[in-house]
């Protein structure tokens, strides 16, 4: 087995930010003691997180820690070496990843990570996934709120429809139903690297607006455009809805799952994500309001002035992020439509539910990302079968439906409706 022999299940790169830091309070408190450990650059903040964590857990502090460091390869080999995953919460991605990426690799280490940056990830496929797949390590992207709850909620859709009808769904759609929670310092950093690459470099524009960016390469692309950008009404759940700033993301991570799953969805199977507002004037005035907002953000983040002034004045800082209380006040509810026939509204439909009882970004977040490297950890041989065994992954296509049994089990919601 790869990784076999190893020191460590799971390490977590990144461990001092803060995502990290909640991904080490996860595993304090359900990671079995000795089985994983804290990696980052500063001693200084391990040794201050350890005392921390040293409250969830009495094992917690005699925890391992491990110094590593993005400009030092050596330190991130060494690293790899010892584990059999390698969690990281090191971004922005398209600045620190790429080594993380190549000494686990090299090292025959899992990898999972919280990128939602997917232009860098089309790099990644391009330059890493023969070399993954050919030393059978899963390089596995996107694990947090982009893109589980919509990598795993579509595989759940389409299990049901295929049960129900002895073939997938021909259209699938994504509401964001509920969400409450906030950003932390870190996300605002990588939407502004992707946001400042895109502005500088044709090369990145074409992979973001390419809603195939991430398929194979060899394959002809699908029957999908861009996501939806204006607010519309949609008189399937009879409210407006706008257009969801993470769809490009979720989208792409989608499509690349259905073609390493061999087409269980079908080639021409046609998907888009949404926000749901709500019925009458209120709702399309609140999808206007979010249209707008989001719009104008983007166009500061594009422009040096309005990003200084953003990430000075508004914006938080990288380590900082919602408060506690807004973690814990936070939830979300997400609902997967898929249709028999594609375009044909009003016909036949399955539905599911996927969500969580904490905020999206951070807490269920960190859940995920957690859960789903310590189910890395324990071999492909824990996860159900056909799925492809190296290469650079989704969800959907490295843990599967294993990974939406592990989450339940974990407090979130997965079910058909
Ligand atoms: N997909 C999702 O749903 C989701 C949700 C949350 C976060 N994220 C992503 O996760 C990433 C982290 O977010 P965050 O808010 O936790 O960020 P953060 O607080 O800024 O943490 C970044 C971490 O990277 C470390 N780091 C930076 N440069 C390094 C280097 N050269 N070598 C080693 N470590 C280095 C930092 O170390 P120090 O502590 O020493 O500074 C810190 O631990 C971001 O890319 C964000 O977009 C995604």
Same mark, same amino acid.
């Given at each position: 087995?790869?990784?076999? &022999? /190893?020191?460590?299940?799971?390490?977590? !790169? =990144?461990?001092? &930010?803060?995502?990290?830091?909640?991904?080490?309070?996860?595993?304090?408190?359900?990671?079995?003691? =000795?089985?994983?450990?804290?990696?980052?650059?500063?001693?200084?903040?391990?040794?201050? #997180? /350890?005392?921390?964590?040293?409250?969830?857990?009495? +094992?917690?502090?005699?925890?391992?820690?491990?110094?590593?460091? *993005?400009?030092?390869?050596?330190?991130?080999?060494?690293?790899?070496?010892?584990?059999?995953?390698? $969690?990281?919460?090191?971004?922005?991605?398209?600045?620190?990843?790429?080594? *993380?990426?190549?000494? $686990?690799?090299?090292?025959?280490?899992?990898?999972?990570?919280?990128?939602?940056?997917?232009?860098?990830?089309?790099?990644?496929?391009?330059?890493?996934?023969?070399?993954?797949?050919?030393?059978?390590?899963?390089?596995?992207?996107?694990?947090?709120?982009?893109? *589980?709850?919509?990598?795993?909620?579509?595989?759940?859709?389409?299990?049901?429809?295929?049960?129900?009808?002895?073939?997938?769904? &021909?259209?699938?759609?994504?509401?964001?139903?509920?969400?409450?929670?906030?950003?932390?310092?870190?996300?605002?950093?990588?939407?502004?690297?992707?946001?400042?690459?895109?502005?500088?470099?044709?090369?990145? /524009?074409?992979?973001?607006?390419?809603?195939?960016?991430?398929?194979?390469?060899?394959?002809?692309?699908?029957?999908?455009?861009?996501?939806?950008? #204006?607010?519309?009404?949609?008189?399937?759940? =009879?409210?407006?809805? %706008?257009? !969801?700033?993470?769809?490009?993301?979720?989208?792409?991570?989608?499509?690349?799952?259905?073609?390493?799953?061999?087409?269980?969805?079908?080639?021409?199977?046609?998907? %888009?994500?949404?926000?749901?507002? %709500?019925?009458?004037?209120?709702?399309?005035?609140?999808?206007?309001?979010?249209?707008?907002? #989001?719009?104008?953000?983007?166009? &500061?983040?594009?422009?040096?002035?309005?990003?200084?002034?953003?990430?000075?004045?508004?914006?938080?800082?990288?380590? @900082?992020?919602?408060?506690?209380?807004?973690?814990?006040?936070?939830?979300?509810?997400?609902?997967?439509?898929?249709?028999?026939? *594609?375009?044909?509204?009003? =016909?036949?439909?399955?539905?599911?539910?996927?969500?969580?009882?904490?905020?999206?970004?951070?807490?269920?977040?960190?859940?995920?990302?957690?859960?789903?490297?310590?189910?890395?950890?324990?071999?492909? +041989?824990?996860?159900?079968?056909?799925?492809?065994?190296?290469?650079?992954?989704?969800?959907?296509?490295?843990?599967? @439906?294993?990974?939406? @049994?592990? #989450?339940?089990?974990?407090?979130?919601?997965?079910?058909?409706?």
């Amino acid at each position: 087995m790869m990784g076999e &022999g /190893r020191e460590f299940d799971v390490i977590v !790169f =990144g461990a001092t &930010g803060f995502t990290g830091r909640l991904v080490a309070r996860y595993l304090a408190r359900h990671a079995r003691a =000795g089985s994983w450990a804290i990696a980052g650059r500063s001693e200084e903040k391990l040794m201050e #997180l /350890r005392a921390d964590l040293a409250g969830e857990s009495l +094992e917690a502090g005699g925890l391992s820690m491990i110094q590593a460091d *993005v400009s030092d390869g050596g330190s991130l080999r060494a690293l790899a070496r010892r584990a059999r995953v390698v $969690c990281s919460t090191v971004g922005p991605y398209a600045l620190y990843g790429e080594p *993380v990426v190549e000494a $686990c690799i090299e090292e025959g280490a899992d990898y999972c990570d919280l990128t939602g940056e997917m232009d860098w990830v089309a790099e990644m496929i391009e330059r890493h996934h023969e070399a993954a797949r050919h030393k059978g390590v899963r390089v596995v992207h996107s694990c947090g709120f982009d893109s *589980v709850p919509s990598d795993l909620g579509v595989l759940l859709m389409q299990q049901e429809a295929i049960a129900r009808w002895g073939r997938p769904a &021909g259209q699938g759609k994504y509401y964001l139903w509920q969400a409450r929670g906030g950003f932390s310092g870190g996300t605002i950093a990588s939407a502004a690297e992707t946001v400042e690459r895109a502005a500088g470099d044709a090369r990145v /524009r074409a992979r973001l607006s390419d809603p195939y960016a991430l398929y194979p390469s060899g394959e002809l692309p699908g029957p999908d455009g861009q996501p939806q950008d #204006l607010v519309k009404y949609d008189r399937e759940i =009879g409210a407006w809805t %706008g257009p !969801f700033m993470m769809a490009r993301v979720n989208e792409k991570v989608v499509r690349r799952s259905n073609a390493l799953r061999g087409f269980e969805y079908g080639r021409e199977f046609t998907y %888009g994500e949404v926000v749901r507002m %709500g019925p009458g004037v209120g709702g399309a005035l609140g999808g206007w309001a979010m249209t707008l907002g #989001l719009g104008g953000m983007v166009a &500061g983040l594009a422009f040096r002035p309005g990003r200084w002034l953003l990430k000075r004045f508004v914006l938080p800082k990288p380590g @900082e992020g919602p408060s506690e209380q807004v973690r814990k006040r936070g939830c979300f509810r997400t609902r997967v439509y898929g249709w028999k026939e *594609v375009g044909l509204r009003g =016909g036949e439909r399955v539905e599911v539910e996927i969500g969580a009882d904490q905020d999206p970004g951070y807490g269920a977040t960190s859940l995920m990302l957690a859960e789903s490297a310590m189910l890395l950890a324990e071999g492909r +041989e824990a996860v159900s079968g056909g799925l492809p065994r190296g290469g650079v992954l989704t969800p959907a296509s490295a843990l599967g @439906e294993t990974l939406i @049994e592990r #989450l339940r089990s974990a407090g979130m919601i997965f079910r058909v409706l």
